[in-house]
């Protein structure tokens, strides 16, 4: 075959391989913008953009199937949208809550993980930094000791406060405080995102006995 046509037909090949592939490029880029996102500032909507992007499947992999592709193309979508919504979310729990969709999503659906080295690579970094902030989050709960102000509250205005219905009403109150508190304690811990977390740890593990399945050295190659 003539070199012309060989070279022709090789940049045909890799250009329908690419073409697979908008979605997911918009997606990451999106993806890296919204995680950079400070979130131990729940009213802040800044983000900081990068001009990382995820690099061109080699052309040596796999071909994707048109069920693969379906799968791609869906989550690539899918993705892109929640993003979108964490972006106008103004504050953590409900930045949290779709983190937890996005994580649940990749579980079920991991195509894009399996094609996808530098994606999943920016999606295992985002893993670990979410899973230290819960910790940190829970840590900085502890010390700051709510439920202890709160009690000694209730044990200084017992102290000093002479009228009963009045110091029955503040107790009420300050029960109520307390149920708050406890209620926010548990949902600091982010059980529900860090079963998430968990689980796609380990869809990251079994998806590398995929027969598709890219690795960073077939990527860097």
Not at 25 to 43: F, G, P, Q, V
Not at 169 to 193: C, D, Q, S
Request: proline fraction near 4%; hydrophobic fraction near 30%.
């Amino acid at each position: 075959m003539d070199k012309s046509v060989k070279s022709k037909s090789k940049s045909m090949s890799i250009s329908i391989r690419r073409s697979m592939r908008p979605e997911a490029l918009r997606a990451k880029s999106r993806i890296t913008e919204y995680c950079k996102i400070d979130m131990t500032n729940s009213d802040s909507d800044e983000s900081t953009t990068t001009d990382d992007t995820i690099a061109p499947i080699t052309p040596t992999a796999a071909p994707l199937s048109d069920q693969d592709t379906a799968n791609y193309k869906y989550t690539s979508n899918v993705i892109r949208y929640l993003i979108n919504e964490c972006n106008n979310a103004t504050f953590e729990d409900q930045r949290s809550q779709i983190v937890q969709k996005m994580f649940e999503h990749l579980n079920k659906n991991p195509t894009i993980l399996i094609y996808e080295p530098k994606f999943r690579r920016s999606v295992i970094n985002k893993l670990k930094e979410f899973e230290d902030y819960i910790n940190t989050r829970v840590d900085e709960y502890k010390n700051a000791k709510h439920h202890t102000i709160v009690n000694n509250m209730k044990i200084s205005i017992h102290r000093t406060m002479r009228n009963k219905a009045m110091l029955s009403e503040v107790n009420k109150y300050l029960n109520a405080i307390n149920v708050v508190f406890t209620e926010y304690e548990e949902w600091h811990k982010g059980r529900p995102l860090m079963n998430q977390i968990k689980l796609l740890y380990h869809t990251l593990e079994r998806i590398k006995k995929e027969p598709a399945y890219v690795d960073d050295l077939e990527y860097t190659s």
